[in-house]
C-alpha cells in the first residue's frame, strides 16, 4: 500500500472519510509534495529540520514517516514565532466533510498554507472552482509552486483573507484554515444563500449557515480545531488562547525563518 493510501487508512479507522471521493483525494494527493520540509523539537531546545532532499537515508526516512503521520507539522519559524504549519490531516478530513461540497461548487479557502488543502479541493471539485488566499507572498508563491508539481491551478492570491476574495465571488462554501476571534462579515457577504462557512473559532470548528438575507449562523463541532491565528488589516485582533496552534509545539528562542520559500502556510 501507498504512504497515502496508509494515511487514509489510519484516518478511516477512527471514523474519518467516510465519504468516497475525500478518501480518493486523499489517497492519490501526494503530501509529501506540500510539505518539503518541516521542524522537529529538539528535546533540549530549538528545533531540527527535516527534508526531502536530506543525503542521509536515515534522516530521509524519519522526514517520509512524519510526512504521513496524522499529525501538524511545523513548516515555517520567523522571529521565533510559528507562523505556518500543515495540519493534522484527520483535522482537515473532518473540515473538507463538514463543507459538504457537490459538484459544480465554488469555494475559497482563507489560509493557502501549503497548498495541501486547496489541492484536496481540486481533486473533488476541479481547479476552476477553486480561490485560496493568504497575505503572505513567500506562503502563496511557495504553494503555487507546490501545486503546479502535483498538477494542480486553483487561483492562489495575495491578499488579506479577513476581506474575503470579491473578485471571484460569490461562493458556495467557505473554509478557513487558520483561527479567527470573530468571523468576519465580507465572507457571509461574499456567499451565496445556503452556503456553508467552517472556521476554526475559540479553539472550536464553527459550521456556519448563510441565510438569504446574508446573516450566519451555526453551531460548532465536536472535533477541537486550534490554528495560526488569521493575518491582516481586517482581521479581528488577538488569538484563539495560550494553546500552540493545532497541536504543534510553540517554537523556541533563536529560531528564525530559513528563508527558503519552498515553504507552507498557516495551517493546511
Given at each position: 500500500?501507498?504512504?497515502?493510501?496508509?494515511?487514509?487508512?489510519?484516518?478511516?479507522?477512527?471514523?474519518?472519510?467516510?465519504?468516497?471521493?475525500?478518501?480518493?483525494?486523499?489517497?492519490?494527493v501526494p503530501r509529501e509534495v506540500f510539505v518539503?520540509?518541516?521542524?522537529?523539537?529538539?528535546?533540549?531546545?530549538?528545533?531540527?529540520?527535516?527534508?526531502?532532499?536530506?543525503?542521509?537515508?536515515?534522516?530521509?526516512?524519519?522526514?517520509?514517516a512524519g510526512v504521513y503521520s496524522d499529525r501538524?507539522?511545523?513548516?515555517?519559524?520567523?522571529?521565533?514565532?510559528?507562523?505556518?504549519?500543515?495540519?493534522?490531516?484527520?483535522?482537515?478530513?473532518?473540515?473538507?466533510?463538514?463543507?459538504?461540497?457537490?459538484?459544480?461548487?465554488?469555494?475559497?479557502?482563507?489560509?493557502?498554507?501549503?497548498?495541501?488543502?486547496?489541492?484536496?479541493?481540486?481533486?473533488?471539485?476541479?481547479?476552476?472552482?477553486?480561490?485560496?488566499?493568504?497575505?503572505?507572498?513567500?506562503?502563496?508563491?511557495?504553494?503555487?509552486?507546490?501545486?503546479?508539481?502535483?498538477?494542480?491551478?486553483?487561483?492562489?492570491?495575495?491578499?488579506?483573507?479577513?476581506?474575503?476574495?470579491?473578485?471571484?465571488?460569490?461562493?458556495?462554501?467557505?473554509?478557513?484554515?487558520?483561527?479567527?476571534?470573530?468571523?468576519?462579515?465580507?465572507?457571509?457577504?461574499?456567499?451565496?444563500?445556503?452556503?456553508?462557512?467552517?472556521?476554526?473559532?475559540?479553539?472550536?470548528?464553527?459550521?456556519?449557515?448563510?441565510?438569504?438575507?446574508?446573516?450566519?449562523?451555526?453551531?460548532?463541532?465536536?472535533?477541537?480545531?486550534?490554528?495560526?491565528?488569521?493575518?491582516?488589516?481586517?482581521?479581528?485582533?488577538?488569538?484563539?488562547?495560550?494553546?500552540?496552534?493545532?497541536?504543534?509545539?510553540?517554537?523556541?528562542?533563536?529560531?528564525?525563518?530559513?528563508?527558503?520559500?519552498?515553504?507552507?502556510?498557516?495551517?493546511?
Amino acid at each position: 500500500m501507498t504512504a497515502p493510501g496508509q494515511l487514509v487508512r489510519r484516518i478511516a479507522a477512527r471514523g474519518g472519510l467516510r465519504d468516497a471521493a475525500w478518501r480518493a483525494a486523499f489517497a492519490q494527493v501526494p503530501r509529501e509534495v506540500f510539505v518539503p520540509y518541516y521542524y522537529e523539537p529538539r528535546p533540549g531546545g530549538g528545533h531540527e529540520r527535516l527534508w526531502r532532499h536530506d543525503p542521509d537515508p536515515g534522516r530521509r526516512a524519519r522526514w517520509l514517516a512524519g510526512v504521513y503521520s496524522d499529525r501538524p507539522l511545523a513548516t515555517r519559524l520567523r522571529d521565533g514565532q510559528l507562523v505556518s504549519s500543515s495540519s493534522r490531516p484527520s483535522l482537515m478530513a473532518t473540515m473538507l466533510e463538514r463543507l459538504r461540497v457537490a459538484d459544480g461548487m465554488d469555494v475559497l479557502e482563507i489560509g493557502t498554507g501549503p497548498g495541501y488543502n486547496a489541492a484536496l479541493l481540486c481533486h473533488r471539485l476541479g481547479d476552476a472552482h477553486v480561490t485560496t488566499v493568504d497575505i503572505d507572498p513567500d506562503i502563496t508563491g511557495a504553494a503555487r509552486g507546490h501545486l503546479a508539481e502535483a498538477g494542480y491551478r486553483p487561483r492562489v492570491l495575495t491578499q488579506d483573507g479577513a476581506l474575503g476574495c470579491r473578485a471571484y465571488a460569490p461562493y458556495d462554501r467557505i473554509v478557513a484554515t487558520c483561527a479567527v476571534t470573530a468571523v468576519p462579515w465580507e465572507w457571509p457577504a461574499q456567499s451565496v444563500p445556503g452556503a456553508l462557512i467552517v472556521v476554526p473559532l475559540a479553539g472550536g470548528l464553527l459550521a456556519l449557515r448563510v441565510a438569504a438575507d446574508g446573516a450566519a449562523e451555526g453551531t460548532f463541532c465536536s472535533s477541537p480545531a486550534c490554528f495560526v491565528p488569521l493575518r491582516g488589516g481586517g482581521a479581528p485582533r488577538g488569538g484563539t488562547g495560550e494553546g500552540p496552534p493545532d497541536g504543534t509545539p510553540r517554537t523556541g528562542p533563536g529560531e528564525g525563518d530559513d528563508g527558503d520559500t519552498d515553504g507552507a502556510g498557516a495551517g493546511a
